[in-house]
């Protein structure tokens, strides 16, 4: 590859939860520029959720994401009982976790038997993959269906729920219906823990990345709808202090905000085109002239939410039969290879079931299906979940009537787009060295590893490959 540039360019990707490519630029073997690019409009919610009544911001956020709504839901209305001093009983937070351990079910499953074990096994799909392992898919949907029941259950339909709502739920179950998804949940499991052993013997191409990882941490559960934020680089806040040590910022070649941990760079100033790459842990910009973008080094402040951070900072908190599975299937922490996340989702599987069940057999229906809130009042509160790909930060400030008068929310694609682009520069030797085919397919599957949520993406479909003159 000596003096050649190759460039893969991906200009749409497909089947995607919003618009956007990927460009590759390898020069001398090595990634000169790595851009994920979002080109889908903006959608203007936190704009739109200005003036509307704080009881709103639940179904209003729901609809951001129909994979993982109930994220949004969560987030929404942690924010709000922050704000207006709502503390649920132990009922409803055992009902809420178990609505959310149903999200995670599907929302893994779709993504890890229909979108990323192809990849794995050389397919282009998970039709021609079930042609030849039909047991396996059929196994995958049976856990999403498993997911789906629960979210249908207690949501009231499988997609944006609507028996949520600030304090709770508009109704409980009965026991006796809950009890009734105790047949597919405890099948669920066993697939689980079969499609585990399974997947772990399946390769998995070799890459160690330096993550900051970031996820909320609880002192006694893996961490879903409570906690702190902690991070591998010793950060441990509340979450109402998200603000102060993370920064979005805008790119130029992408319409999604981006975010980075504060400290680690500063943001481009006023007038720049955009923000440029950081020197290794020297926290200033590149110097005038040099090309632009570069390839991002460690200590750009990007940091890695999602699967892989919650594994590695609260892998301790997994039940012990969890853990066990985990050894068996050849997992330990520290895992930093985003390619075994497609093991780590199998993991957070068989937690959200075996959670599932045990929530459902010490179940105690609520007094109230909700808490109201004692007064209604200005103020501005701070909520955080974790969505399926990661940490997932609301922020509103409310009037003395309870409209809205300001929102942020932070969702984890836009807090993993920049380890996204670093992990296609650490990979940019071994695919240099590949047939451009392959290596196409092999950067595919590097960003499908953390199934960034413009996304749900399958493949992509268009490839366009430019050669420097030698």
Known sequence: MSAETRTISVDYLARVEGEG????VIEDGRAKEARLSIFEPPRFFEAFLRGRGYAEAPDITSRICGICPVAYITSAC?????????????????????????????????HVFLLHAPDFLGYPDAVAMARDHRDWVAKGLAIKKAGNAIVALLGGREVHPVNTR??????????????????????????TRACLSWMATLPCPELERPYEFVALRSDDVYAIAEGRLVSSGGLDIAVRDYDAHFVEEHVSWSTALRSR???????????????????????RRAPPGDPEPRAFEHGSGSYLCGPLARFNLSFDRLLPE???ATRAAGLAVPCRNPFRSLLVRLVEILQAFEESIRIIEAYAPPPAPFVAPRSVHAGTGYGGSEAPRGFLYHRYTLDAE???????IVPPTSQNQLSIEEDLCALSPSLASLPLREATARAEQAVRNHDPCISCATHFLTLRVEEAPR
């Open 21 to 24: 490519s990927l460009t590759l």
């Open 402 to 408: 309870g409209a809205i008068l300001d929102a942020k």
């Open 261 to 283: 941990i504060r400290g680690s760079g500063r943001r481009a100033p006023p007038g720049d085109p955009e923000p440029r790459a950081l020197d290794r842990g020297s926290g």
């Open 78 to 110: 942690r924010a709000m009982e922050d704000a207006l001093g709502i503390e649920l009983g132990p009922e409803l937070r055992a009902l809420r976790r178990l609505l959310y351990c149903g999200e995670w079910i599907e929302s893994h499953a779709l």
């Open 166 to 191: 600030v304090g709770g739920f508009y109704s409980a179950p009965s026991r006796a219906d809950l009890e009734g998804l105790l047949p597919e949940l405890r099948a669920g499991s066993e697939h």
């Open 322 to 324: 969890v853990q066990d």
